[in-house]
Nanobody
Framework: QVQLVESGGGLVQAGGSLSLSCAAS????????MAWFRQAPGKERECVAA????????YYKDSVKGRFTISRDNAKNTGFLKMNSLKPEDTAVYYC???????????????????WGQGTQVTVSS
C-alpha cells in the first residue's frame, strides 16, 4: 500500500554533505515510524537513524551522531536525512523504511519495518 522512493544520493568528497529524501506514496505515512538504513558491500544492513511520527523519539547510530540529522515533513509525506562531515566509511546504499506498528517508538531492527525504498547510492571519496 505504501511505496517509498529515495533520492539525493551521489558522490561527495570526505567532509562534504548530502541530503537524502524519501518520498512516500500510496497512502500517508504521517502516523508511521520511519528510519534510514545503509548497507555496504559485504556488510550487514544497519540502521543509521529512526524517528517516530511526531519526532518524540529519535535514534542515531553512534558513529553518525552529531553528523547526521533525521527529519520528516508529514504534510509532504516525505522523510529526510541530512548528512554532514561525511567520511569514506559512510559509503553505502542508503534505504528508507517505514512501519505503522512502531509509531510511538523507534527500532533499529530492519525486521520491524514493512515498507522499504529501493535504495540510493552514497559514495564518499577520500
Amino acid at each position: 500500500q505504501v511505496q517509498l522512493v529515495e533520492s539525493g544520493g551521489g558522490l561527495v568528497q570526505a567532509g562534504g554533505s548530502l541530503s537524502l529524501s524519501c518520498a512516500a506514496s500510496g497512502q500517508s505515512i504521517s502516523s508511521y515510524a520511519m528510519a534510514w538504513f545503509r548497507q555496504a558491500p559485504g556488510k550487514e544492513r544497519e540502521c543509521v537513524a529512526a524517528i517516530t511520527w511526531n519526532g518524540a523519539h529519535i535514534y542515531y547510530k553512534d558513529s553518525v551522531k552529531g553528523r547526521f540529522t533525521i527529519s520528516r515533513d508529514n504534510a509532504k509525506n516525505t522523510g529526510f536525512l541530512k548528512m554532514n562531515s561525511l567520511k569514506p566509511e559512510d559509503t553505502a546504499v542508503y534505504y528508507c523504511a517505514a512501519d505503522r506498528r512502531i509509531s510511538y517508538t523507534v527500532s533499529s531492527n530492519p525486521a520491524d519495518y514493512t515498507y522499504w525504498g529501493q535504495g540510493t547510492q552514497v559514495t564518499v571519496s577520500s
